[in-house]
């Protein structure tokens, strides 16, 4: 028979036995509660206990910032999370491709379409392609067209018929005119390029198209290197603090709850890391949960403001994060139904009919070939599967009915279902393939 024994060698009774062996079961249970990755058990936590993640200095990253600052990726069980500034969406593509293994990054905050345009090689080095996935929508809305204030006096907004006619007018007199945003492809070049087109102006004959990092966007307007610019915040509503442009439109005004940055990762480190991929984006949910809060929105402002993070007054973000709207034309819009979202609405599911939107529009400006297989590669970089898992395991009961959001109509009454992207295509006057 063996006798039980303390750690000081002393005998114990049964009583004792029962109630020692008790408090550790009360311990493990709580462990499993406070720890939901299970930190205290090594086969089921995570394979490694960080990622190095990229971010613009925008405030759709804000999940990313509040994940790390409130200790939500350690909760569960990934403490050594890096949230790393990127100086462009060009160098998030750079360090994408070398992977941290290479001194880059494992994933990023990042523009939807770029994981498609990095797994097709369409702008990479030597058109070699990097495998990606896509984990999560980061959020819906809050891009914004800023104009300078050279246009003060047509107060371009949605309708871009007269803005045609005041480029005009700067071209004949032998001045140049430019219109930036912030990677070729990106969410941002379709955002401007579909404005552009609705009202006429072709964004690849009427006007030249140039990328510049989001952060250099206000520097630059200053100096007059562009007309017109597509970013997020805080760099519309900077712009208006400093007096150099205005707001033309909420990009959530071109297109009603329109997806915007994703949660991209290498798909070799999420393949080989596959539950502390799903902790990472367990962490990334719940922070997209707190960020939605209306109650939470001046601290999200507040984190962001951080030299770590956007470095920029906070008085640049706060009133935008929470729903107001000052356009810098005497137009104010409080409790906008396009405030960004982080969660309602589904914001966090990445709609595959979304992406299929994207790599459509992509077709449409030549980023891929006519008849390019849109639909094979996002059965390859789409993980909503993942999400699901992830979610399910959140506690989240209530899931998208569908992998496809349905028709998406657009402020000019065009309408792109998922269903016929070649009638969508085949509806637009401006583009550079026949459809």
């Known amino acids: 028979m063996t006798i039980s024994k303390d750690g000081l060698g002393r005998k114990l009774s049964r009583r004792q036995l029962l109630k020692a062996s008790g408090g550790a079961a009360a311990l493990l249970t709580a462990a499993k509660v406070n720890f939901p990755a299970g930190a205290f058990a090594q086969d089921a936590g995570p394979e490694v206990k960080g990622a190095r993640l990229g971010f613009i200095a925008l405030t759709d990253a804000s999940p990313l910032f509040v994940a790390k600052e409130k200790g939500i990726f350690a909760k569960y069980g990934m403490p050594d999370v890096s949230v790393e500034k990127q100086a462009s969406w060009g160098t998030t593509r750079d360090n994408l491709v070398l992977g941290s293994e290479g001194n880059g990054i494992d994933g990023a905050h990042i523009l939807t379409p770029m994981p498609y345009l990095i797994s097709a090689g369409k702008v990479t080095q030597n058109n070699v392609p990097t495998p990606m996935y896509i984990l999560a929508r980061l959020n819906l809305n809050g891009q914004c067209i800023s104009v300078g204030k050279e246009y003060a006096d047509i107060k371009v907004g949605l309708d871009t018929a007269p803005f045609k006619v005041a480029l005009e007018k700067k071209k004949a007199s032998g001045k140049s005119v430019k219109a930036a945003m912030t990677f070729p492809g990106g969410t941002h070049d379709l955002w401007i390029r579909y404005w552009l087109a609705a009202g006429g ?204 959001r349905g028709k998406e109509t657009f402020f000019d009454g065009k309408v792109f279902d998922p269903e016929n992207p070649a009638a969508y295509l085949k509806s637009l006057s401006i583009k550079r393939v026949e459809a």
């Not at 007309?227 to 997020?232: E, N, T, Y």
């Open 201 to 404: 102006i072709d964004p690849d004959k009427d006007i030249e198209t140039i990328v510049v990092p989001p952060p250099q966007m206000v520097a630059n307007m200053k100096v007059g290197t562009m007309d017109c610019f597509c970013v997020c915040e805080p760099w519309n509503l900077q712009l208006i603090h400093q007096n150099i442009g205005y707001t033309a439109i909420t990009t959530g005004e071109l297109w009603n709850k329109h997806p915007e940055k994703s949660l991209g990762m290498r798909a070799a480190w999420v393949d080989k890391y596959p539950k502390a991929a799903k902790a990472l984006l367990m962490a990334v949910m719940e922070a997209q949960q707190w960020c939605e809060k209306p109650e939470n929105r001046d601290e999200i402002a507040a984190i962001c403001a951080k030299r770590q993070w956007i470095n920029c007054p906070v008085d640049d973000i706060t009133d935008r994060v929470n729903g107001k709207f000052d356009y810098g034309t005497g137009k104010v819009v409080e409790n906008s139904p396009h405030i960004m979202r982080f969660w309602d609405d589904y914001a966090s599911y990445p709609y595959q009919s979304h992406d299929l939107w994207f790599m459509t529009e992509d077709i449409r400006w030549g980023k891929y070939e006519p008849g390019f297989d849109s639909k094979a590669l996002i059965a390859k970089v789409n993980r909503e599967d993942l999400w699901k898992d992830a979610a399910k395991s959140l506690g989240v009961t209530d899931l998208p009915a569908s992998t496809s």
